[in-house]
């Protein structure tokens, strides 16, 4: 493998803002699907947070295939739901950005905390950013579920070894969370200012 396995996400990064620098529907979400791989080799571990990502990225892409022009912009599903009162809909675009941008801010606190503790276990650093991230917002019942998962992930040892590939995985790692995390607070940042940042799951 040329790079390690984030090599391909942080090439596409450089295209997620236009010159004026709003974000780009299209390169966001193949940033977002360029993150999946790196989940499957967490194994039964991430199941449930790869399926929900798959699942709101399949969502925000059907809406921007069927008028590319109209969902340019990243924004623009939100501004359409926000004039039609659909935002709220635990079925709408909006509601799917909010979950997919969740999941990432879990997955960039997550190689956060393995790029800066290299004496933490696994199941530690995914803790850690779980309950930085995602626990707020889950309720019991996925809350239990995560907690159960996490009890999968891999050796740390070893999952660094796979990622690796031939290039150098703590800088890239780094780099991945330094150059994501902004474009993740964008979106947060766009999402509170239409009152739609605080969603709970239902």
Not at 147 to 160: E, G, N, Q, S, Y
Not at 163 to 184: A, H, R, V, Y
Request: net charge neutral.
């Amino acid at each position: 493998m040329e790079g390690t396995l984030f090599s391909p996400a942080l090439e596409g990064m450089k295209d997620v803002k236009s010159e004026h620098g709003e974000l780009m529907t299209k390169p966001f979400l193949e940033v977002c699907k360029l993150v999946l791989p790196i989940l499957d080799k967490f194994g039964a571990a991430m199941t449930v947070v790869k399926s929900d990502i798959s699942g709101n990225i399949a969502r925000l892409e059907s809406k921007y295939n069927d008028n590319p022009s109209r969902f340019n912009y990243l924004y623009s599903f939100v501004q359409a739901e926000v004039e039609i009162k659909t935002a709220k809909s635990s079925s709408s675009c909006t509601n799917g950005l909010l979950w997919l941008t969740r999941a990432m801010d879990f997955i960039v606190v997550l190689f956060h905390n393995l790029a800066q503790h290299q004496d933490w276990p696994m199941s530690q650093a995914c803790n850690d950013s779980y309950s930085k991230t995602l626990k707020k917002w889950h309720g019991w019942l996925a809350s239990s579920s995560f907690t159960v998962a996490i009890k999968l992930a891999p050796d740390r040892k070893k999952f660094m070894e796979v990622i690796s590939g031939n290039g150098d995985i703590n800088s890239d790692m780094e780099k991945f969370c330094t150059t994501f995390s902004p474009i993740l607070q964008q979106i947060h940042k766009f999402l509170t200012s239409v009152g739609l940042d605080s969603m709970k799951a239902s």
